[in-house]
């Protein structure tokens, strides 16, 4: 090759992106491995029979870079035969000569197909009695069975036939079951009645006059907020392209709230530092909200909800962006126009700060205060009366203590922007929230609903505990492999739904530490929280009023709970009234040497979240002129907190730890002794026994919705 002037050039190591195409192929390869190993359950040491199968397969499969001509056509000139093609891994039946077996011998035996002989037309088989690979012909195999390796025995693959086609509940997020499974008629017909509400291009689009509307009066707001306007094309400027989203919005229950035709710029196209500069826009914390209700629960209050109308095109831009005509509804097509953006459309990244930026002057403006310690409230006093406005992106929740102050809000607002009024707080960001004279209550029934449905648990056997008592596992236990995907769905969902249930903060605090390689006994451990959901369905929180406003917190600890990594468990929560409104559950990073340490850490996690929610309260004129008592049911790690004096047992810990000291000695705290059986949470710490469970689950203020009048 080299007397022919051809070079043999290498890649830079560890650079596998100069040999894309190999690489690429390479993972097509291995993928299709996987799914056949794990399709028909087969050990790993099949896995080279596996990609050679899965080579001979893609050759006898069309590509479009070939001109949708398979690989085999376009090398012998003829199309392939595919009728001998069979099921990787399926157990099979080989005939045997008469010539290799006596009278009234089998006259087949048992095997299991693992690919095609590339010498001859004949199958290869692994056959169960020699455990050697042998090359056959005449084979019968059972594609619907799987090899069962442990009990040596066949597994008939189950399938549902049955064609449903009842009215089905649209869900905001569709997503197959992660279980590897034959899925029934009926799914596949509820993903098709999905996708005939939301259209995936503009081309659909327009076959509908439902959407056809929508996204002419997407347009009419955008011409309304003078968002553009039509200039020639620019010659060294680059114009971005657009794209239609289409949304159909959910009520609680279920039932289609509005269709709705989002216009979005390709966002992903523009370049930093020409196209935009600074993205970030602040969003508030969901213990900000809770906070909320807990306090207009105990005024008696009410929380009303607003949507801005495309509240995006309303941020002002500070840099010269230029997007292409909308397909289908251009206004000059010959005379080669573009749109020079001077507000901000939805998917420019600068879009969201645009949108904040200009939604937090005008409340500026109109006298409210901006909180330092949550960037997303605003508070107005007038006349000792409080109007109370959060800002989560385009959605405003208002609380105030006059109708006045809030209908004059309302009307300021709708001047300035295209105004939803929503009326009372009902659903906000998955959670479902009722108000009544009894309080409010919080749940996220439909979420759990949903969530149930997805892994097809909907008709599971319902559990009183979300994890066994003394229920220790492993990151290594010796359990087969679970599919991680489905897995970290799970445990992420679960975690979601952690916002309004605290009974199952720390099962899914502790499911989350195998997230990396989870086994099957971790799988049933989160599958059992579902068990438990399944029977709690309509628990939530219930926040009711009490005689005082006062901010009261628990802290507490399991040592050593970890046993792989002797890491302690920390936990707090905080109420006012008689319902808790800020919970957590989280791993210490340090292994703790004693109890008492592990304790003093937990404390003082706790104080900085009581510190903070001290600020909050103060910026909400709810001010905590004593002390916070913050209760823990360890004396030594009281003693320690309120003792400066550096001693054996805490000198090697980190200064930040003792800070603890300084918030009691400025009055901003004071820990209190509580008794084990007092501590509310045990519950964020440790799996506990059934009763003492459902004990400290009612003290935090969780009920069921139709019992949450005797809460």
Not at 550 to 559: A, E, I, P, R, T
């Amino acid at each position: 090759m080299a007397k022919e002037g051809i070079k043999h050039q290498l890649t830079v190591p560890y650079t596998p992106q100069q040999n894309g195409v190999s690489e690429r192929r390479n993972r097509t390869l291995m993928e299709m491995a996987r799914c056949l190993l794990y399709e028909k359950k087969m050990p790993l040491k099949f896995w080279a029979e596996a990609v050679n199968t899965a080579s001979y397969l893609l050759n006898h499969m069309t590509t479009r870079v070939l001109g949708d001509e398979t690989p085999y056509e376009i090398w012998y000139g003829f199309k392939p035969n595919v009728d001998h093609l069979k099921v990787f891994g399926s157990p099979c039946y080989v005939l045997q000569p008469e010539v290799k077996r006596r009278k009234l011998d089998q006259k087949a035996d048992m095997g299991i197909l693992i690919g095609y002989n590339t010498k001859s037309k004949a199958y290869k088989i692994y056959d169960m009695k020699s455990n050697k690979v042998v090359i056959a012909r005449d084979v019968k195999v059972a594609e619907n069975g799987t090899w069962n390796w442990e009990a040596a025995s066949i597994e008939e693959t189950k399938q549902e036939y049955q064609i449903k086609l009842d009215a089905t509940e649209d869900d905001d997020i569709v997503n197959d079951k992660p279980v590897r499974e034959t899925r029934s008629l009926a799914d596949i017909y509820s993903r098709c009645n999905v996708a005939e509400v939301e259209p995936i291009d503009f081309e659909e689009a327009i076959n509908s006059q439902v959407w056809i509307a929508t996204m002419k009066e997407e347009l009419m707001m955008i011409e309304k907020n003078e968002t553009w306007m039509l200039v020639d094309r620019p010659v060294h400027k680059k114009v971005i392209s657009v794209k239609w989203i289409f949304k159909t919005k959910l009520n609680a229950d279920g039932s289609i709230n509005k269709h709705k035709a989002r216009l979005v710029v390709k966002g992903y196209s523009q370049e930093p530092g020409i196209d935009f500069t600074e993205t970030f826009a602040p969003v508030f914390r969901l213990d900000t909200i809770k906070l909320l209700l807990a306090l207009a629960a105990q005024n008696g209050g009410h929380i009303f909800q607003f949507d801005v109308k495309s509240a995006f095109l309303n941020g002002v831009l500070n840099e010269e962006i230029y997007v292409e005509q909308t397909d289908g509804f251009e206004k000059e097509i010959t005379s080669n126009k573009v749109y020079l953006l001077k507000k901000a459309l939805y998917g420019l990244k600068q879009a969201p700060r645009a949108w904040y930026s200009r939604l937090d002057g005008y409340l500026l403006s109109l006298g409210f205060e901006r909180s330092m310690n949550e960037v997303t409230l605003y508070v107005k006093n007038v006349d000792k009366h409080t109007l109370i406005v959060s800002v989560y992106v385009d959605d405003l929740l208002i609380a105030g203590d006059k109708k006045q102050l809030v209908e004059e809000f309302k009307t300021n607002m709708k001047d300035k922007f295209e105004m939803n009024e929503l009326g009372l707080l009902s659903y906000f960001l998955g959670m479902e929230v009722s108000q009544s004279e009894q309080g409010y209550f919080l749940c996220q029934k439909r979420f759990t609903t949903k969530l149930l449905k997805k892994f097809a648990m909907e008709n599971c056997k319902p559990v009183s505990t979300p994890m066994v008592l003394g229920q220790k596992l492993m990151k290594e236990d010796g359990a087969p492999k679970t599919d991680g995907k489905a897995y970290r769905s799970l445990v992420g969902s679960l975690l979601y739904l952690t916002a309004t249930r605290p009974d199952i903060v720390f099962a899914i605090n502790y499911l989350s530490r195998f997230m990396q390689s989870p086994s099957q006994i971790h799988f049933v451990a989160a599958k059992r929280v579902l068990k438990y959901l399944k029977g709690t369905l309509e628990f939530g929180m219930h926040f009711v009023k009490s005689s005082s406003v006062k901010l009261v917190g628990f802290s507490d600890s399991d040592w050593a709970g970890s046993d792989e990594e002797m890491m302690s468990t920390s936990g707090y929560c905080f109420a006012i009234g008689g319902s808790i409104f800020c919970w957590n559950s989280k791993k210490q990073s340090v292994v703790a040497h004693s109890t008492v340490e592990a304790e003093y850490k937990a404390a003082y996690v706790a104080a900085k979240q009581l510190i903070w929610l001290r600020k909050m309260l103060n910026d909400l004129d709810f001010d905590q002129r004593s002390p916070t008592e913050l209760f823990c049911d360890n004396t030594s790690a009281i003693a320690i907190s309120k003792n400066s004096v550096f001693h054996d047992r805490t000198k090697h810990m980190k200064i930040k730890f003792h800070a603890i000291r300084q918030f009691q000695q400025e009055g901003e705290l004071e820990m209190i002794y509580c008794t084990s059986k007092e501590q509310l949470v045990d519950l964020f710490t440790k799996p506990l026994a059934k009763d003492r469970f459902e004990d400290l689950r009612e003290m935090i203020g969780m009920c069921s919705f139709g019992t949450k009048e005797e809460c």
